[in-house]
Nanobody, 124 residues
Framework: QVQLVESGGGLVQAGNSLRLSCAAS????????MGWFRQAPGKEREFVAT????????YYADSVKGRFTISRDNAKNTVYLQMNSLRPEDTAVYYC?????????????????WGQGTQVTVSS
């Protein structure tokens, strides 16, 4: 069993930055691929970014490419999402998720474990 706890959300003005963290329990974190997803009010959950088990492969949604960076520290069992140049349309609850296959994927249904989410609000 893996538990994921997100942190780092908050209220920021457009153009500013936030870094989200997701701390994972368990000894097998380093073998998992990790992903970030988000869900805005009234909208479906959408893929944001993913990183493979060793950090050597990443993939981003077009909407965040060039602004967001996903990274991981396997020694700390933590994955990060650095969000720069934030826009009001980035406002959402952000979730981290773990995929035991270890490979990057944009498909939410392939992730077995999910965190509780952290709210990010970007004001204009």
């Amino acid at each position: 069993q893996v538990q994921l706890v997100e942190s780092g959300g908050g209220l920021v003005q457009a153009g500013n930055s936030l870094r989200l963290s997701c701390a994972a329990s368990g000894r097998t974190f380093s073998s998992y691929a990790m992903g970030w997803f988000r869900q805005a009010p009234g909208k479906e959950r959408e893929f944001v970014a993913t990183i493979n088990w060793n950090g050597g492969n990443t993939y981003y949604a077009d909407s965040v490419k060039g602004r967001f960076t996903i990274s991981r520290d396997n020694a700390k069992n933590t994955v990060y999402l650095q969000m720069n140049s934030l826009r009001p349309e980035d406002t959402a609850v952000y979730y981290c998720a773990a995929d035991t296959s270890g490979q990057v994927t944009t498909k939410g249904y392939l992730y077995e474990y999910w965190g509780q989410g952290t709210q990010v609000t970007v004001s204009s």
